[in-house]
């Protein structure tokens, strides 16, 4: 169950930020309004708060995130971007939760 909820908090966690990065994007490159920043502002207080809720040292919490958030921004690339991913993609994204499961759930040392 540890794990469950972990990988799910990580990926809503990956979901705040790519948001809040992804509306200031719209804004520069798409003439979007400016109000876009002001969610996008808000989604990126929640993906830092996110990455509090964690039990573990921040820098094991954030170094596997990094394995998660690859790998949803390849989901967001085919969902939102509408370009499917490659094989590299897949595969890279596959070792990366694979990095990310090794940081947060192999037994540590006490």
């Known amino acids: 169950m540890f794990e469950l909820k972990t990988i799910a908090l990580f990926a809503l966690t990956a979901l ?3 948001i809040g990065c992804y509306l200031p994007y719209l804004w520069l490159k798409q ?3 400016i109000l876009l920043l002001i969610p996008a502002a808000a989604s990126l207080a929640l993906f830092a708060w996110l990455l509090t809720l964690h039990p573990t040292a921040a820098g094991r919490v954030y170094a596997a995130y990094g394995g998660v958030y690859i790998f949803v921004a390849i989901l967001w690339l085919w969902g939102v971007d509408g370009i499917k991913p490659s094989l ?3 595969v ?3 070792i990366a939760l694979i990095g990310m499961a090794i940081i947060m759930f192999a037994p ?3």
Do not use: C, F, T, V
Request: hydrophobic share 35%; net charge negative; glycine share 14%.
């Open 31 to 33: 003439d979007k309004s």
């Open 16 to 18: 705040a930020e790519i």
């Open 108 to 110: 540590k040392a006490s």
């Open 92 to 94: 890279g994204g596959s």
């Open 88 to 90: 590299w993609d897949i």
